[in-house]
């Protein structure tokens, strides 16, 4: 008896222990919940550009996303930007890129490859096209972008027909759309009333659809070829994205934490600091593979803004996944790189502001 008394409380002591073990491994994987966290980082001072430079650089779209993205960090501690930024506040710019070839982009019933065309009016982009892989049902492309209430967006996307005469685009929000319209490609088509279109050369269409969510949260943005195409019907098509007035960018700013939270791991909880770098390196990805102003199409030009660009890379990687890292060490890292930002600056001033003999110095030294 006392043998057998001896065996069940040895069981239930082992029994005991496993839970114990088991309990302290969930406790261990449990995601640490993190305090959100800002930099109160000094006032930043930019060069400010010369007035030679100012005309190029106010129209170069992409370099006015990166400043109003830049601004939007801290727009009372960054100074001396009126100069380098557009004084219209409604000018369009891009918030979002939306890649037709993605891990991010879901593709259903839908081929999508690189296209051997090349875009209109020596547009520095690639084409893509998309074909429809089976007859039955719909074949679409799909981003998942977090959108706050009341603020216009603007899809925009060139697309050219081949042998399908238009496309579909909807936004909807947990399953209910909000926005269904159809961009169609033959010119002869009628245009929803929803739909800009502008016709380039070549037969190339541009299209904007603007769009305001009526609630704050995730929407699907999806085109497609309707259930109508037959197999490999298809469109070819560059450049979708979403795009922001400049003066609403500080408006989504403000929404880094929800936009950031649900989406990446943040170590630090640094959660608008990492949105803000993570922003400025899309849009630097994209200003880097755009076409540079004439004058500053250059090797010394581009490499600057490489050197930013890995900064901003670095100093990311660091916010994410350095749960040690501090205030004091991203504010020296911000910094480095007003250092980095300023000397881009004060390079196209030069160049601006030198004659042709000096130009051709500073390519000839970059060629070197």
Not at 60 to 88: C, E, G, H, R, Y
Not at 243 to 269: C, H, M, P, T, W
């Amino acid at each position: 008896m006392k043998n057998k008394a001896f065996k069940v409380g040895l069981l239930l002591l082992v029994a005991g222990l496993i839970s114990c073990d088991g309990s302290q491994q969930t406790s261990d994987n449990t995601p640490t919940e993190h305090k959100v966290k800002s930099v109160d980082f000094k006032e930043l001072k930019l060069t400010e550009l010369t007035p030679k430079a100012q005309e190029d650089l106010r129209q170069w779209k992409s370099f006015q996303s990166l400043m109003q993205i830049i601004i939007s960090m801290a727009p009372n501690k960054i100074k001396n930007t009126d100069a380098l930024v557009l004084s219209n506040p409604d000018s369009l710019l891009i918030y979002s890129r939306l890649h037709p070839i993605s891990s991010k982009t879901e593709s259903v019933n839908t081929l999508v490859e690189r296209d051997w065309r090349t875009p209109p009016n020596s547009i520095k982009d690639t084409v893509f096209r998309v074909e429809k892989i089976k007859e039955e049902g719909k074949a679409f492309l799909q981003w998942r972008r977090f959108l706050v209430a009341n603020i216009p967006y603007t899809f925009s996307v060139s697309s050219k027909k081949i042998n399908y005469p238009h496309l579909n685009l909807v936004f909807s929000e947990e399953g209910k759309e909000e926005l269904s319209t159809q961009l169609a490609l033959d010119t002869l088509s009628p245009l929803s009333a929803n739909v800009k279109r502008r016709a380039l050369v070549d037969d190339w269409k541009e299209f904007e659809v603007a769009f305001s969510p009526k609630r704050t949260g995730y929407y699907n943005i999806q085109l497609s070829l309707d259930e109508e195409a037959k197999a490999n019907d298809n469109v070819i098509l560059y450049r979708p994205v979403l795009e922001l007035a400049a003066k609403n960018f500080q408006k989504v700013s403000q929404y880094s934490d929800k936009i950031i939270g649900e989406n990446s791991r943040v170590e630090s909880s640094y959660y608008s600091v990492y949105f803000w770098l993570t922003q400025m390196q899309d849009t630097l990805q994209e200003l880097l593979s755009d076409t540079f102003p004439e004058r500053i199409d250059i090797p010394s030009i581009k490499a600057r803004f490489r050197l930013f660009q890995t900064q901003i890379k670095s100093l990311a990687d660091n916010v994410k996944n350095n749960p040690d890292f501090k205030e004091e060490a991203i504010k020296n890292n911000i910094n480095l790189l007003e250092e980095t930002f300023n000397s881009i600056i004060s390079h196209i001033n030069k160049i601006y502001n030198n004659d042709l003999d000096e130009r051709m110095r500073y390519i000839d030294t970059n060629n070197e």
